[in-house]
């Protein structure tokens, strides 16, 4: 019963998060809407669609067969665009080249935690770099807003 609220609680939330880079990769789509996009603005649309295709196919592989590698995978790849998204929200200088950053600190947790869980399938190596990775991405969002609002000396 409450499986469905926390689900849509979720998606609102990731929502919230992506809805600007997500909505200009739909502008990219029409032909004239691309011209109203910055270069900035185009290149985020390209990230976070980037990794949000990865986490559809993820998800797609995964319930076509059932494999966890291929749910953690979506997850994965669903949650690094949180930090990606966030780099575009700060200002450039400083707080954006913080961010970036942070966005790819994070991918190494994460991509050692996939490496682990393929390499032992399943028998546990891969908790403690799936935590840093998870805590990560949810952590850097709280980041991205204290450096969204932090004014850069021009």
């Known amino acids: 019963m409450i499986l469905p609220v ?6 609102f939330a ?8 997500l909505f200009n990769l739909t502008l990219r789509l029409d032909r004239f809407g691309r011209h109203v996009l910055s270069r900035e603005e185009v290149v985020a649309s390209n990230l ?11 998800l797609a592989v995964g319930l076509a067969t059932g494999s966890g590698l ?4 979506a997850l994965g790849a669903g949650l690094v665009a949180i930090p990606i998204a966030g780099t575009f929200q700060c200002p450039p200088g400083w707080p954006r080249a913080v961010m970036g950053a942070t966005a790819a ?3 190494a947790p994460g991509g050692l935690a996939l490496a682990l869980a393929l390499a032992v399938l399943g028998r546990g190596g ?8 998870f805590l990560g991405t949810i952590l850097s969002q709280w980041l991205a807003n204290i ?8």
Do not use: C, E, Q, S
């Open 105 to 107: 600190a994070l991918v």
């Open 126 to 133: 891969a908790a403690a770099p799936a935590t840093v990775f």
């Open 70 to 73: 291929a749910f953690a995978t």
């Open 6 to 11: 926390l689900v849509a609680y979720a998606a």
């Open 48 to 58: 976070v669609g980037a990794t949000v295709a990865v986490a559809l196919a993820g």
């Open 147 to 154: 450096l969204a609002g932090v004014r850069v000396k021009g």
């Open 14 to 21: 990731l929502l919230t998060w992506l809805a600007r880079p």
